[in-house]
């Protein structure tokens, strides 16, 4: 879910980059540093996630993993999303430096509201566990595509119809990454239940 640089404008790009900043600095003000591992692991996995992407008009189309990184991260999901696209911006040339803010806020944003909306359902019972984590990738997946219709639409309001398709072309993916979101929680909470809760108070 990568915007190309050239596409945005400055008052779009500024609003993005402001927003990130805060998120990003929050999240380093609540991060948990003796859990600085998962962090980065989680980081890397939505780095290797990411990278397989069909290129959808300015946009792409890829797995993001937001929601998990959500649930489990907190407001740690923002540093952890903005180092994996500055690495991926640098090494493959995905979006750009000037866009980044925006990037990252069309993820990360989605990522820490539904993280923090659905992480109470975690304590429940198994079938609250399977809605959290499906809940938790479909719609980070599906806010996201929502943010970066608006972002492209904002700056030009001849991107409606480019605005839609990428909406559109990720309904299969929100599926998918709902999916393997309440997968990845459910078998978490039978196996290492400590890193669904791990950052709790962080999140709060």
Not at 65 to 94: D, E, H, K, S
Not at 95 to 106: K, P, Q, T
């Amino acid at each position: 879910m990568h915007i190309s640089e050239g596409i945005l404008t400055a008052p779009v790009l500024t609003c993005g980059a402001v927003l990130t900043t805060v998120g990003t600095a929050v999240g380093l003000k609540k991060l948990d540093y003796d859990r600085i591992m998962t962090v980065s692991l989680l980081s890397a996995a939505f780095f290797v996630a990411s990278l397989i992407h069909v290129p959808v008009g300015p946009a792409s189309v890829h797995l993001l993993l937001g929601g998990l990184l959500g649930l489990i991260l907190g407001w740690g999901a923002f540093p952890a999303i903005v180092v994996a696209l500055a690495l991926q911006t640098i090494f493959f040339q995905y979006g750009g430096m000037i866009v980044l803010g925006v990037n990252a806020l069309c993820i990360a944003g989605p990522a820490v509201l539904c993280g923090l909306l659905l992480r109470p359902w975690l304590t429940g019972s198994r079938k609250q566990q399977l809605t959290a984590g499906f809940l938790a990738g479909f719609c980070s997946m599906l806010f996201s595509a929502l943010l970066m219709a608006v972002a492209l639409f904002l700056s030009d309001h001849g991107f409606l119809k480019v605005a839609t398709i990428v909406l559109a072309s990720h309904l299969p993916v929100m599926l998918i990454e709902g999916l393997i979101t309440m997968f990845v929680v459910t078998f978490l909470a039978r196996v290492q239940p400590e890193i669904l809760s791990l950052n709790r108070s962080s999140a709060q």
